[in-house]
């Protein structure tokens, strides 16, 4: 069974990407009101091997045996928390680059790139994908709720000081909640440091999946009209995405839900798509002995049911 390595999964942004998740569940130096795996108690922002580094490399090159290539667009580093908070990260990027030829990616914050290390460790990576929701530092707080440590000036100057540096692809990912980013200042804030930061692509997101926070909601077609012509000197048109890509050599049912939607939390729908090979009664009777074992836990936003890890805290 696969303890680091998930998927490939679909990903807008990396086509199919197989995710290396090298911390816990929800350690984070951010408590984004918006966060799909609900809070992060406590917010942490200590940097260490939470997982022996050579036990995650052993386990991609387990799971890059059993793949062809071709099957893989990008091998990404995305955490059920934060990447740059596992001290070897710089070491795995690089172990992971000398056992395939498929690019590799990090999906970070970003908070931490004031820090020399993490900007080294990064540097290896042949895209990085960090978040900025806000062009001002209440409105930062207020969104990404950040540990005392990430203050915003640390976050935009390593940001800034990172880009100067860096020779792979910059993608920045910006979260448009209603209300808090969506409006016509805090938009004019934030071109103003993309005007600065020049990213080689912006990509606009909104909060579909369950947020930490019940009242966080995505913005309506102004909201995200504005984003989108305020943001249009950076802003990527969306592509086709991967399309769904099916879920095989599952060795164990429940520990393969328990995976996936403890990254990603998921209807019931979602996840037999992604299951083509498993009868729906099958699929319902692992969630429900799931949900009883509390491995799971049902999350119901936007009128929908999500399940996500029985370790996750929503508000
Ligand atoms: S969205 Fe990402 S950065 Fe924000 S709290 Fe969740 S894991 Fe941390």
């Known amino acids: 069974m696969s303890v680091f390595v998930f998927g490939p999964v679909p990903s807008r942004r990396l086509g199919r990407s197989l995710g290396i998740d090298p911390v816990p569940l929800k350690t984070c130096n951010w408590n984004c009101v918006y966060c799909q795996l609900g809070r992060s108690v406590p917010v942490t922002n200590e940097r260490k091997d939470y997982w022996p ?7 991609v090159r387990r799971v890059l045996q059993t793949r062809s290539e071709r099957e893989i667009d990008w091998v990404t580093f995305l955490a059920s928390g934060e990447p740059t908070l596992h001290a070897s990260l710089g070491r ?8 395939t030829q498929i690019p590799v990616a990090v999906i970070t914050n970003g908070a931490l790139l004031y820090r020399p290390d993490v900007q080294e460790d990064l540097m290896a990576a042949d895209a990085v994908l960090p978040s900025l929701d806000a062009g001002t530092a209440a409105l930062y707080r207020a ?9 915003f000036d640390r976050l935009v100057n390593g940001l800034l000081e990172f880009r100067r ?4 692809k910059m993608w920045v990912e910006v979260m448009v909640v209603k209300g808090l980013n969506d409006t016509e200042e805090a938009l004019r804030d934030l071109a103003g440091l ?5 990213p080689d692509q912006v990509h606009l997101t909104t909060p579909v999946r369950p947020p930490a926070e019940p009242w966080v ?5 102004q909201g995200m009209q504005r984003a989108r012509s305020f943001l249009r000197e950076w802003v990527q048109p969306e592509g086709p995405g991967a399309g769904i890509v099916k879920l095989s050599g599952i060795e164990s049912l429940p520990d393969a839900l328990v995976a996936v939607v403890s990254r990603h939390p998921m209807t019931e729908a979602e ?6 090979d498993r009868s729906r009664e099958e699929v319902h009777r692992a969630l429900s002995q799931l949900l009883e074992s509390g491995r799971l836990q049902v999350v119901e936003r936007y009128g929908q049911q999500f399940w996500a890890s029985g370790r996750s805290r929503y508000g």
């Open 53 to 59: 580094p050579g036990q995650i490399v052993a386990e």
């Open 92 to 99: 795995m990027i690089r172990d992971v680059k000398a056992i």
């Open 143 to 151: 969104i990404n709720r950040p540990h005392p440590e990430c203050t």
């Open 165 to 168: 540096a860096y020779q792979g």
């Open 194 to 198: 993309f005007h600065k930061l020049q």
């Open 217 to 221: 909601e995505p913005p309506d077609e």
């Open 271 to 276: 996840l037999l798509r992604l299951l083509p």
